[in-house]
Nanobody, 126 residues
Framework: QVQLVESGGGSVQPGGSLRLSCATS????????VGWFRQAPGKEREAVSV????????YYADFVKGRFTISSDNVRNTVYLQMNRLEVEDTAVYYC???????????????????WGQGTQVTVSS
């Protein structure tokens, strides 16, 4: 059974860093793509980043380029999102999601993902 468990969220000041983890089970991570999404109160869910583990291709939303880095550890079956230089606008619940195979230009469409985790809260405030 597919399971996704996010962790690593918390409260930080602007300019701080957090590393989110998505622990996966029930499937072979190397054959799947894993995306990170976020949703702030009153806002639509938006795509943050994705990694295609079949070919190690990554995509990033424009608002996190240069600040966030996605990576996979196929031995630990875990995907990470390293978040640096956090801004107040990054405050949201962050979710990971998986889909089989690789993703292309449509990576940001949440409808293509098959399974979702429960989310972890990230709060950036001074």
């Amino acid at each position: 059974q597919v399971q996704l468990v996010e962790s690593g969220g918390g409260s930080v000041q602007p300019g701080g860093s957090l590393r989110l983890s998505c622990a996966t089970s029930g499937f072979t991570l190397r054959y799947y793509s894993v995306g990170w999404f976020r949703q702030a109160p009153g806002k639509e869910r938006e795509a943050v980043s994705v990694i295609s583990n079949t070919d190690n291709i990554t995509y990033y939303a424009d608002f996190v380029k240069g600040r966030f880095t996605i990576s996979s550890d196929n031995v630990r079956n875990t995907v990470y999102l390293q978040m640096n230089r956090l801004e107040v606008e990054d405050t949201a619940v962050y979710y990971c999601a998986v889909v089989g195979g690789r993703v292309g230009q449509a990576w940001a469409a949440d409808s293509i993902y098959d399974y979702w985790g429960q989310g972890t809260q990230v709060t950036v405030s001074s």
